[in-house]
């Protein structure tokens, strides 16, 4: 019996030597590069070097060593085509019947503090055209990418004498997603273009979820491999497995707190929107400020805070039904504390806010945009009463609120909490009526407004000076300005104009 050939060159060594001997065992000649054949030979095993397989030396400091005639024709060479067979015969070249390749480390080593030139030097040239020829004649040859496929193939063989077919196709479409992902990554690091002729995407599986956003739907989470961002290296320290909804909610409320760089802030999070926001001096002010913006709807909801989670705070948050709380950082015994809640996720953020883009899946294609990152610098007092300091500071606060409110959206604020939001309404006065009533159930005292588009009518500086509202921003931009400009000054409340929308759809 003939022995069968398998080239290994990997750069994640773990389960190999066990793979390895159990191939020996059945008859498989181990052809091996640099490490790998080093890591072998140490093991007892007898691998035979690449060279002197292809009668030619590897070169340019292990650039070149695999991609050769010899290795591709033995790779590509289809079995049942008697002119292929007579040209490897011809050629002498032998037959490989198994590739065992994982790629130099890029994904790994593209966010790392290094230069272009060191990052350059992790992309693999010689494994993913190894895997590419292996994959394609699938047929004939077992490709494993995956240290985890080890047992499969083991298996099977044992049970078998051989892979079969379905699995072979299988190893071969693992392959050519895990190269387009490969690529991609190292495409928008040396493009760097925002929007690219193609739009590519290389994102790693971390887990399949139990459900989408309801039970029927199925879901997964994947990271991206190629930038870093809050909700790719969070740390459970607590609680039961995240769903769909709980990372969607979690992304909102972690970048809401972000918004505060100066400031100790809070966010409490349900459905897609925030349900609370509120700025303090201390952790437990600054929660309990959260919650009393709408202590119904934090039922059940999740809470960020941009600061270390202290013992006082971890008991404020234990009195209410949780599903997540996020922070930086936790003090012990804050942690011994909210572990008391068996489902209660605890999340420790350790990257900040990096999103660049918003992707938005339609049928068929795909929206992307750049961020909504700034605020304006161009803010100007339209009307003849001026707000005063405080007015200002409380507007600036609902503003940077509102950017993450569905619209139509509406922020009613005392300047630091978020007593009123309104979202999701298909006209901006519904919005309104519902952020005003919501912030005068809890407060007394003077209130201002945020919008994030235009007032095409009057109606909703009316409405606020009906309700008492003292003062306005919003983005100006419609036709008929002058009418809320002048219904402004004929209330005598100060409006400004930012000149810049925050839609959110």
């Not at 290994?8 to 389960?15: C, E, L, M, N, T």
């Not at 509120?278 to 909801?301: H, M, Q, R, W």
């Not at 709380?325 to 003090?331: G, L, Y």
């Not at 909504?372 to 009463?385: A, G, L, P, R």
């Amino acid at each position: 019996m003939s022995k069968k050939r398998a080239l290994i060159s990997v750069s994640d060594k773990s389960g190999l030597i066990d793979f390895a001997q159990f191939l020996e065992q059945n008859n498989y000649e181990l052809i091996s590069t640099g490490g790998t054949f080093k890591h072998l030979k140490d093991a007892g095993l007898k691998p035979v070097q690449i060279d002197e397989v292809t009668s030619f030396p590897e070169m340019l400091d292990g650039r070149v060593k695999t991609l050769h005639p010899i290795v591709h024709g033995g790779l590509l060479a289809v079995r049942s085509n008697e002119e292929h067979m007579k040209t490897v015969q011809q050629h002498g070249i032998g037959l490989i019947d198994m590739v065992i390749v994982n790629l130099y480390p890029f994904f790994e080593n593209v966010n790392k503090d290094i230069s272009l030139e060191e990052k350059v030097e992790f992309i693999d040239i010689g494994g993913p055209s190894m895997l590419r020829s292996a994959a394609k004649n699938f047929d004939s040859v077992t490709v494993i990418t995956d240290v985890e496929d080890y047992a499969k193939v083991q298996q099977e063989m044992s049970e078998n004498g051989d892979t079969t077919l379905e699995t072979r196709k299988k190893l071969a479409g693992k392959v050519f997603n895990l190269t387009s992902a490969y690529d991609a990554a190292i495409s928008r690091m040396l493009l760097d273009e925002e929007y690219p002729t193609y739009l590519n995407a290389s994102y790693k599986k971390v887990s399949d979820l139990r459900y989408g956003e309801n039970p029927h739907q199925t879901a997964a989470y994947y990271t991206s491999t190629f930038e870093n961002g809050a909700m790719k290296d969070f740390e459970i320290l607590g609680g039961k497995e995240l769903s769909f909804n709980n990372l969607r909610d979690m992304d909102l409320c972690w970048k809401v707190v972000n918004e505060f760089k100066n400031e100790m802030a809070c966010c409490a999070v349900k459905h897609s929107t925030p349900c609370g926001v509120a700025i303090g001096n201390t952790p437990l002010e600054t929660y309990t400020k959260t919650f009393e913006c709408d202590p119904v709807s934090i039922f059940g909801g999740i809470v960020a805070m941009n600061f270390k989670i202290d013992a006082a705070t971890a008991e404020e948050l234990n009195k209410t039904f949780l599903e997540i709380v996020m922070a930086p950082d936790f003090d012990d015994d804050a942690l011994e504390i909210l572990r008391k809640k068996k489902n209660l996720r605890i999340i420790k953020i350790k990257n900040p806010v990096s999103d660049k883009q918003t992707w938005v899946k339609i049928d068929g294609g795909m929206l992307v945009q750049d961020n909504d990152s700034e605020f304006s610098d161009d803010i100007k007092v339209v009307t003849e009463v001026q707000p005063t300091e405080e007015q200002k500071n409380a507007l600036l606060f609902a503003q940077r609120v509102v950017k993450y409110v569905k619209s139509n959206a509406i922020v009613v604020s005392n300047g630091i909490q978020a007593l009123g939001i309104g979202g999701g309404q298909v006209n901006r006065i519904w919005a309104t009526q519902q952020a005003v009533e919501r912030a005068k159930e809890k407060f007394s005292g003077d209130l201002v407004l945020a919008s994030d588009a235009f007032f095409p009518f009057c109606d909703v500086v009316d409405f606020c000076a009906q309700e008492g509202i003292k003062a306005i921003i919003q983005p100006g931009g419609s036709v008929k300005d002058q009418d809320s400009i002048d219904a402004a000054n004929g209330h005598k409340i100060p409006m400004m104009l930012t000149g810049m929308r925050h839609f959110l759809h």
